[in-house]
């Protein structure tokens, strides 16, 4: 979205507001490196806020959100939710930062003959904030390795099958004591 800041640069008036929905581009959602990868969004995200100019300094304040269907990542049962961040940047007009750096900086955001696409931070912002893995809920227990038995239903029966090898000289001591106690039931 290109938002046109030549009122607010000239002072005309000191907040403009912002409002506007962004879909999510096709290429983040097929990207395996992201976090958005395979996580659906019914609708655009919806970005609210305003550019304040407080005596020349301008300051972006936005909210942006977006429902999301997803799997858990343990369980793979389907979540539903809401995605929610805060993104605040200074806006500069393009060639007032003295150094290189700041141009690269994330708090920066850069007009451009009075014209402010905020599009691509928007996105890499929220991007790099969505969950790395999106969970049915923190304590989710996840499926079994082996049986493959949602652990959220109940506890399998494998543990008795496949015994946890780390626990296999605790269980050859047991036998030992238990045949030492009772020498008519041990093996022969
Ligand atoms: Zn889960
Ligand atoms: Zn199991």
């Given at each position: 979205m290109k938002l046109d800041l030549r009122s607010l640069l000239a002072e005309d008036i000191r907040s403009l507001p912002v409002e506007f929905l962004l879909p999510v581009p096709d290429d983040l959602l097929h990207d395996?490196?992201?976090p958005l990868f395979d996580v659906?969004?019914?609708?655009p995200i919806a970005v609210a806020g305003s550019i304040v100019n407080t005596a020349g300094y301008m300051r972006m304040s936005l909210s942006v959100s977006a429902p999301y269907t997803a799997h858990c990542a343990r369980c793979?049962?389907?979540v539903s939710d809401r995605f929610s961040i805060s993104v605040q940047k200074t806006?500069?007009?393009a060639g007032l930062l003295v150094h290189e750096s700041e141009e690269d900086s994330d708090d920066y955001i850069i007009v451009h003959d009075g014209f402010l696409d905020p599009d691509e931070q928007i996105l890499s912002a929220f991007e790099a904030e969505f969950p790395a893995k999106v969970l049915c809920r923190d304590e989710c227990r996840g499926l079994c390795p082996q049986c493959g038995k949602d652990l959220n239903d109940g506890p399998c029966n494998c543990s008795d099958t496949f015994p946890d090898p780390r626990l296999a000289p605790l269980r050859e001591l047991l036998r030992k004591m238990h045949d030492k106690d009772n020498p008519e039931s041990g093996l022969s």
């Amino acid at each position: 979205m290109k938002l046109d800041l030549r009122s607010l640069l000239a002072e005309d008036i000191r907040s403009l507001p912002v409002e506007f929905l962004l879909p999510v581009p096709d290429d983040l959602l097929h990207d395996p490196h992201s976090p958005l990868f395979d996580v659906c969004f019914p609708e655009p995200i919806a970005v609210a806020g305003s550019i304040v100019n407080t005596a020349g300094y301008m300051r972006m304040s936005l909210s942006v959100s977006a429902p999301y269907t997803a799997h858990c990542a343990r369980c793979l049962r389907p979540v539903s939710d809401r995605f929610s961040i805060s993104v605040q940047k200074t806006v500069v007009p393009a060639g007032l930062l003295v150094h290189e750096s700041e141009e690269d900086s994330d708090d920066y955001i850069i007009v451009h003959d009075g014209f402010l696409d905020p599009d691509e931070q928007i996105l890499s912002a929220f991007e790099a904030e969505f969950p790395a893995k999106v969970l049915c809920r923190d304590e989710c227990r996840g499926l079994c390795p082996q049986c493959g038995k949602d652990l959220n239903d109940g506890p399998c029966n494998c543990s008795d099958t496949f015994p946890d090898p780390r626990l296999a000289p605790l269980r050859e001591l047991l036998r030992k004591m238990h045949d030492k106690d009772n020498p008519e039931s041990g093996l022969s």
